[in-house]
């Protein structure tokens, strides 16, 4: 489904912990990581979309999470044509994105990334939320800059600076989430670790 002017609609999903640090999934395969997004459908709305791939990317379930905020409107951005079929050049240009900011509710063994036969990730971790952009594939940047910079306001708390955008630093992780030696939970690790609960905190519902 495309506009007028060849933007698929599609969600965008920003997940915080208890430490208001975000989940940041490593694409099945690659070493490229990305928060969670998907296409919005005929008749759904973006909210809509969001719990449906919340569910089919991360595998949680409404009653996990808190949202706390929305992007105000579509933030675009463009393909390289070499990454679009050829039957689809000159029709398609991009995506356009609603972005929502998630608290976590739950656990962290909440999450399964195999709720469906196609998942999308294969290992994730809890990053600082100014997260390393030069790991993200290079078109999707500006939009996760801005989608971050507008949502950072309605975080918990506010003091945070945007020291790993485009910086390519190395992601601290505190709080002992992740394992030993490779800093990612792979999808076996995560099925076998147990996780503290959440606390959910003080925040702005929407």
């Known amino acids: 489904m495309l506009d007028r002017e060849g933007y698929r609609p599609n ?4 997940l915080l912990n208890a430490r208001n640090q975000v989940f940041w999934g490593k694409r099945l395969r690659t070493h490229s990581w990305q928060f969670p997004q998907g296409g919005i459908k005929y008749g759904e709305s973006p909210e809509q979309a969001m719990f ?9 379930h409404p009653e996990h999470v808190q949202i706390l905020a929305r992007t105000r409107d579509w933030l675009r951005y463009n393909v390289p044509d070499h ?14 994105q609603i972005w929502f900011l998630l608290r976590l509710m739950g656990r962290d063994s909440d999450m399964n990334l195999r709720a469906t036969d196609h998942p999308e990730f294969d290992a994730w971790r809890w990053n600082e939320y100014w997260v390393p952009l030069d790991v993200v594939i290079e ?3 500006d939009v996760y800059q801005m989608a971050l910079t507008e949502l950072a306001r309605y975080m918990p708390k506010t003091n945070f600076h945007n020291r790993y955008l485009r910086s390519g630093m190395r992601p601290h992780v505190q709080g002992g989430h992740m394992p030993e030696g490779g800093g990612e939970m792979t999808l076996d690790e995560l099925a076998e670790r147990t996780a503290q609960d959440a606390d959910p905190g003080p925040g702005t519902a929407l």
């Open 11 to 14: 969600v965008g999903i920003i």
């Open 52 to 60: 449906r791939e919340l569910h089919e990317e991360v595998g949680l």
């Open 83 to 96: 990454f679009i079929r050829k039957d689809a050049r000159g029709h398609y240009k991009g995506q356009k």
């Open 139 to 141: 078109f999707k940047r």
